[in-house]
């Protein structure tokens, strides 16, 4: 069943590591962004693409950076600044194609409790913060965050007040280097995902 919440795909970086764009990449035939895409839009409201100042022929929403060169805070806040009515937003990263259906179920369903500000995937001690469940009341606080010049991710969860979803292991693997991309290429190519 289709939630009323919105996800925000992660799509906007600059792959410097990887040396071309990450979301571009292809497993099975189909691009890491249109993969986000197709496995997402039967749980979620809709898909909008954090696309920074890339573009894609998808015919789904892109909202840019407000403050730009700022990172993937950057497209966090975009997310929050662009979500008028709902109190959460759940995003994604383009770059961890292994999430499974009940996990990303579980980001289209799980509600925040009073007491947190953010729901983000984690394995002991490995957290993905840019997988996850955001409230909206975290705009001002994040602009004003990145206003002063901060831009760490982690540094920022670790200031606000923010639980976890326990998945396993290989969900939080992200493709950041050609040898990553090639051990996940050859993992789903004999999966046939």
Do not use: W
């Not at 995003?91 to 729901?119: G, K, R, Y």
């Amino acid at each position: 069943m289709k939630s009323s919440r919105r996800l925000y795909i992660f799509c906007g970086g600059g792959s410097r590591r990887m040396g071309r764009d990450k979301a571009l990449l292809e497993l099975n035939g189909e691009t890491l962004l249109s993969r986000q895409v197709r496995r997402t839009a039967p749980l979620f409201a809709e898909i909008v693409l954090l696309a920074g100042g890339n573009s894609y022929d998808l015919p789904n929403r892109t909202v840019q950076d407000t403050i730009p060169n700022a990172g993937p805070l950057a497209g966090l806040l975009a997310a929050l600044d662009d979500q008028k009515s709902a109190d959460t937003v759940a995003v994604l990263p383009v770059d961890i194609p292994n999430l499974t259906d009940s996990t990303l179920q579980l980001l289209s369903e799980t509600n925040l409790t009073p007491d947190l500000d953010a729901l983000t995937l984690q394995n002991d001690e490995t957290v993905q913060p840019l997988a996850g469940i955001y409230t909206t009341a975290l705009a001002q606080p994040l602009r004003h965050y990145l206003e002063d010049g901060q831009r760490m991710v982690m540094k920022f969860l670790g200031s606000i007040r923010s639980g976890s979803i326990e998945v396993t292991e290989d969900q939080l693997i992200n493709i950041n280097y050609p040898d990553d991309y090639g051990k996940i290429r050859d993992r789903v190519d004999s999966n046939q995902t």
